[in-house]
């Protein structure tokens, strides 16, 4: 299972030890939640964790719309969509 690992720290931080958080997100793979007065603000993450998370969070919003669809019913067999697909590909209209 994926977990993400954390540290927090405070805005100052983020100010006085930019390199040092940045080097948290990238080498560790971590998020750093920064807090302002003691309570979350904001997160930093690395560019490279950031593409990793939006691309699940783009798959599951996939999938779950898929399973709302086979809850519904609204399914075809996988020989009609494939059919379907072929026709597409040599240029052809459904």
Known sequence: MYSLQEAI????????????????????KE???ITVNGRGDTV??????YQRMKSRIELLE???????DVNAGRIAPVKDTFDDLRIILKGGTI
């Open 9 to 28: 720290r405070p805005s100052a931080d983020l100010r006085n030890h930019y390199s040092e958080i940045s080097r948290l997100c990238r080498e560790n």
């Open 31 to 33: 998020a750093v939640i």
């Open 44 to 49: 930093s993450l690395s560019y490279e964790e």
């Open 62 to 68: 996939i999938l779950a719309e898929a399973e709302e």
